[in-house]
Nanobody, 126 residues
Framework: VQLQASGGGLVQTGGSLRLSCAAS????????MGWFRQAPGKEREFVAG????????TYLDSVKGRFTISRDNAKNTVYLQMNSLKSEDTAVYYC????????????????????WGKGTLVTVSS
């Protein structure tokens, strides 16, 4: 699976962005999907995850109520809608895929992901 993230950019505090991650291949629906981010000088952290069939979603506490992850298996795409952005959301955002078609759960760890896309930079200015 190859993943391509897009949608990053510069936005003011309180603004919104929607990230997209397009996947190649016909097995997109077999994988749990997730968004991670890495700020300068910090480790990459989990932000949001969604199970294969969208049954389950999980979020980092600091983004709950502001970010929404969704997926469209027909379009092989996962999204991250980010509202009420804060300066601390500034980071490079990565999409990732993992798991198997035999499970339907959310993956929240970097080690649980098998495929990573190149990141897209989100900069929130005050």
């Amino acid at each position: 699976v190859q993943l391509q993230a897009s949608g990053g950019g510069l936005v003011q505090t309180g603004g919104s962005l929607r990230l997209s991650c397009a996947a190649s291949g016909r097995t997109f629906s077999s994988y749990a999907m997730g968004w991670f981010r890495q700020a300068p000088g910090k480790e990459r952290e989990f932000v949001a995850g969604i199970s294969r069939s969208s049954t389950y979603t999980t979020y980092l506490d600091s983004v709950k109520g502001r970010f929404t992850i969704s997926r469209d298996n027909a379009k092989n795409t996962v999204y991250l809608q980010m509202n009420s952005l804060k300066s601390e959301d500034t980071a490079v955002y990565y999409c990732a895929a993992g798991g198997s078609p035999y499970n339907n759960f959310v993956i929240t760890t970097r080690g649980g992901m098998d495929y990573w896309g190149k990141g897209t930079l989100v900069t929130v200015s005050s």
